[in-house]
């Protein structure tokens, strides 16, 4: 049985935070994207979820997942910056937005980087994915990156091709976007300042393709990154970062109907994640925030808390009753425990943000008891057992539920 705790204690400490604060709610962002994802990076923080599991066609979007995976081969060894790459007739083939490569051409990797981040060339992700496929083919490539896309937790996304295709098997969820752009940032910083250039000019060529679409670089909002998309099928997307102070959030947005819509969607949602929430922190690490029974232990029960700081973001005009808290876990816990050993869940439920999960540990070493408190303990549980009766152990299962 796991018990839910609501926790009276945690939750006047979080108003007491809250007090200069308004007591209106803040107001959600209305977005018009058919599905949309805001996530604080700093605190972990959601901050908008919406239809955010649903696959849909990502567009060029999904070039992040061919991105990833180029980053790996080459922080692995298995590619370098400085390899020349053959084109095939295949990859020429690509139309859409491309770097206009043909099939005499060897281009250098670090080139077809920029040419995917930059100019988000079809055919320079179709050369990445033949050079890295288990079989030399895009489609092997694509089953590749399908299974990678599942190791990283990403359970809504598959590929049919490496650029975002229209293909009915091509398909990702706004939080799967916003799970692959997380993971460039922090794994692969070295790459990431790629995405905040403006323009690319490769050979000479094309000289109506060389801006980056990505239409909040230079506006001073802090944005730096990632990637737009469009297709007729998918409408018109962006994969955005944006950083102020210490502050870094990630967004997605889908299903827009133009050009001007993302642009002016995309500006808006920037502000309203750095405007309408602030930082608070809820508890200090190491702070005592509950306790859970033992059983057969050299004491009765064991302190819960956090390894780290418990920061999060609430809204700027936050509603009077705070954030409310709850702490699940299976209990009694069996004695010997050690400290920071996780034990359960601390739920947490900001007034207009969508619920967060953080792992409660223990705050102290129970180690177990001796003979004397196993037979205690064997006694106390049974005689519980009794007097709760049939009756009673249903309505606590319900409880629990």
């Known amino acids: 049985m796991m018990p839910r705790k609501p926790l009276p204690a945690l939750k006047a400490l979080l108003v007491t935070a809250c007090l200069a604060a308004s007591t209106l709610p803040a107001a959600a962002f209305d977005t018009s994207a058919r599905a949309a994802y805001v996530a604080d990076l700093s605190t972990g923080t959601v901050l908008l979820a919406k239809d955010a599991d ?5 567009a060029s979007m999904s070039k992040l ?6 980053f790996e081969a080459i922080r692995d060894g298995r590619l370098s910056l400085d390899e020349r790459l053959p084109v095939s007739q295949h990859a020429m083939d690509y139309g859409g937005s491309t770097m206009f490569l043909d ?14 981040i930059v100019l988000s060339g079809n055919d320079a992700c179709a050369v990445i994915a033949e050079a890295l496929s288990p079989d030399g083919t895009e489609a092997g490539f694509a089953r590749y990156m399908t299974q990678r896309a599942q190791q990283l937790g990403m359970t809504s996304s598959s590929f049919a091709n490496s650029n975002g295709w229209p293909d009915p098997y091509q398909r990702m969820s706004v939080r799967d976007l916003a799970l692959i752009a997380t993971r ?18 490769f050979d000479g060529r094309a000289p109506q393709n060389i801006h980056n679409r990505n239409p909040l670089l230079g506006l001073g909002i802090g944005a730096d990154g990632l990637k737009t998309g469009h297709t007729q099928e998918a409408g018109y997307g962006l994969v955005g970062s944006a950083k102020q102070g210490d502050r870094r959030v990630v ?15 995309s500006r808006s949602v920037v502000n309203w994640a750095f405007r309408n929430f602030r930082e608070t922190t809820l508890v200090p690490a190491g702070e005592v925030i509950t306790t859970a029974p033992v059983f057969q232990g050299a004491a009765s ?24 808290s709850e702490a699940v876990f299976d209990g009694p816990i069996q004695a010997p425990i050690d400290a920071g050993q996780e034990l359960g869940r601390l739920i947490l439920r900001p007034e207009g943000l969508p ?5 409660l540990v223990a705050a102290t070493a129970v180690p177990q008891g001796g003979f004397l ?16 009766g049939p009756a009673d152990e249903g309505a606590a299962t319900e409880a629990a539920s």
């Open 184 to 201: 460039i940032i922090e794994d692969f910083p070295e790459f990431y300042p790629l995405f905040s250039e403006t323009e690319y000019k």
């Open 251 to 265: 967004f997605v947005l889908s299903g827009l109907d133009s050009v001007q819509a993302r642009a002016e969607e």
């Open 301 to 324: 029960e064991v302190g819960l808390t956090v390894t780290e700081d418990l920061i999060t973001l609430v809204p700027v005009l936050q509603a009077s009753e705070g954030v409310t």
């Open 65 to 70: 997942m061919t991105l990833y995976v180029a």
């Open 54 to 58: 649903t696959p849909l066609p990502p």
């Open 373 to 388: 408190t196993k037979v205690q303990s064997a006694a106390t549980y049974l005689m519980r057992r009794i007097n709760r």
């Open 103 to 116: 099939t005499t051409d060897h281009v250098k990797v670090r080139d077809l980087l920029q040419g995917i």
């Open 355 to 359: 619920e967060r999960s953080v792992p």
